[in-house]
């Protein structure tokens, strides 16, 4: 089987460009949302009606969502986290050391408004970017496809500029 999920973070409170999009996409088998605004998650839960996972940021001070969480999906395990407490701008390589020592084969991270897909060391660390404040001029997200057995695949969703 293949699964679709969908990544976002760094919403910031401005839902305006994600929400929609969700909507209007089919076959996205679960959402994932890496911080910062961790209770942008539990909004998009809400306006959407499906579950929203979600992870707190650097600012998200008082947030009950977890640092992290583990999820296996196709035969993948992954670790959902912001990243934050590594370094990110600098270096992914902590990172991914923390990753390699959760036993996990790929991290999906935010913090740094920019998308990223590198693999590091055997392991997979993407960054979906952000859809409403982005450092690299592209407003957006990312479609991570999982099929047991092959690579993961990788789409960058860009948004219209506001």
């Known amino acids: ?5 969908l990544l976002v973070s760094d919403t910031h409170g401005d839902l305006g460009t994600i ?3 969700i909507r209007r996409t089919m076959g996205l088998d679960r959402i994932l949302h890496l911080g910062d605004h961790a209770w942008d998650a539990e909004e998009m839960q809400q306006m959407l ?8 940021g650097n600012n998200d001070w008082g947030s009950p969502a977890p640092w992290e969480y583990a999820l ?3 035969g993948f395990s992954l670790l959902l986290t912001h990243g934050h407490r590594y370094g990110m701008h600098f270096d992914r390589v902590p990172l991914v050391q923390h990753a390699r020592e959760q036993l996990a084969d790929i991290v999906l991270y935010g913090h740094t408004h920019r998308f990223a897909v590198e693999k590091i060391n055997n392991i997979w660390a993407i960054n979906p970017g952000s859809p409403s404040r982005p450092y690299d001029g592209k407003p957006g997200c990312a479609i991570l496809t999982l099929t047991k057995g092959e690579e993961p695949q990788v789409e960058h969703v860009v ?3 506001k």
Do not use: A, Q
């Not at 089987?1 to 999920?5: D, I």
């Not at 009606?49 to 707190?56: E, N, S």
């Open 1 to 5: 089987m293949t699964e679709r999920l």
């Open 19 to 21: 929400v929609p999009y």
């Open 72 to 74: 296996f999906v196709e």
């Open 159 to 161: 948004f219209d500029e």
């Open 49 to 56: 009606g499906r579950v929203v996972l979600g992870v707190r």
